[in-house]
């Protein structure tokens, strides 16, 4: 009696009432923001995805959600911006699995070189069960990993010398990300190696603070990196998984219709992102041949690069695990045999 009472005080004054209608409707209409940030510029095939994952993820939700998109470190570092994640701060983020190394050690094991023959024996593992296995696991740390995006092969590039060799890599100051791995690798491939944030990276090879870094044609090429750089090597001693990750604690106050929206839509525009990223690597690698000394290896000549950095498969098998590395090599020989 007494809410209809109160329902009929309301719809006697059209205000009110209006404001009541208005209201209800809000509720319903209520918009989340989602700030997703990443290291690359705008002009990279990562970024390219996250626009497309936007006007997919608006138009589904129906205005629903909303996304801004922040490139160039805009709001920090990989591991800075998943720490903002754990904290509610930031809503999205797509890093490189080598920092996700510090958070599950697990992911270290898809940092190891020379562990991924091509691409799509990358796709293969990530797509099937250990790859899912693992983003399950940042769970544990408070994020919700939705799909494995793509990086792709990394190549050395420095502003010394042609690299044709290992014995060639000698004393140069290499930046790596923050990854044991990594350092590990290069330091059995005679080098210095510093970890360090991707945002700092330009000045430090302006400055001569390093004198190379590691990633793939597309990154080389679009952040200007041949500027300060003159060599590079198709040395494709590590195959970079990115994975597109939510904050657990955003996560958890979507209801559930939009929580399925994104994990839908992130998957579907993986496709996409891994095409444009593969056009672009291939693109930007020709096009790299007019601003650098290209060095390109044969198969020959790689084997003693991966022949050097073998110690750190049985260095860090313990810490990864002996077991989940054989299931990657195992998936990786299904492929292959496929
Ligand atoms: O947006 C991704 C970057 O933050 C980073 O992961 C790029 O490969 C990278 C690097 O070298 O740090």
Redesign the pocket.
Request: glycine share 4%; proline share 8%; charged share 10%.
């Given at each position: 009696v007494l809410l209809a009472g109160s329902l009929l005080t309301l719809s006697s004054d059209a205000g009110a009432w209006w404001i009541f209608g208005e209201d209800k409707d809000n509720n319903k209409k209520k918009v989340y923001t989602i700030r997703a940030g990443?290291?690359?510029n705008d002009k990279?095939a990562?970024f390219k995805a996250l626009e497309k994952w936007k006007q997919m993820v608006e138009k589904r939700s129906d205005g629903r959600i909303e996304m801004e998109l922040y490139h160039s470190?805009q709001l920090g570092?990989?591991r800075e911006m998943m720490e903002a994640l754990q904290l509610g701060t930031q809503e999205v983020t797509?890093?490189?699995t080598?920092?996700i190394g510090g958070f599950i050690p697990e992911f270290k094991v898809f940092d190891l070189p020379f562990l991924f023959p091509s691409n799509k024996a990358a796709d293969y593992v990530l797509d099937g069960p250990v790859g899912q296995r693992l983003l399950k696991k940042l769970e544990k740390e408070g994020l919700i990993g939705l799909a494995y995006w793509e990086?792709g092969f990394?190549h050395l590039t420095n502003s010394v010398r042609a690299v044709k060799t290992p014995a060639d890599i000698k004393g140069l100051k290499v930046r790596t990300?923050e990854n044991p791995i990594h350092l590990a690798a290069w330091e059995a491939m005679g080098a210095n190696p510093t970890p360090m944030?991707?945002g700092e990276?330009f000045s430090a090879m302006q400055q001569g603070v390093v004198d190379g870094?590691e990633?793939p044609w597309g990154?080389i090429y679009l952040q200007n990196f041949y500027e300060v750089q003159d060599y590079v090597t198709n040395t494709g001693h590590v195959y970079?998984p990115?994975v597109l990750m939510v904050s657990e604690k955003f996560y958890d106050k979507l209801p559930s219709d939009l929580q399925k929206i994104l994990r839908e839509t992130a998957k579907e525009v993986k496709d996409y992102q891994r095409k444009i990223n593969r056009e672009m690597n291939a693109k930007y690698r020709e096009k790299l041949k007019d601003k650098m000394n290209v060095t390109i290896l044969s198969a020959e000549e790689k084997k003693a690069f991966q022949k050097a950095v073998q110690p750190v498969y049985e260095k860090y098998e313990e810490e990864i695990g002996a077991g989940l590395i054989k299931d990657v090599m195992n998936e990786v020989e299904e492929y292959q045999n496929k």
């Open positions: 990443i290291g690359l990279s990562q470190s570092d990989d797509c890093p490189s080598a920092p990086n990394r990300m944030a991707f990276l870094q990633n990154t970079s990115f």
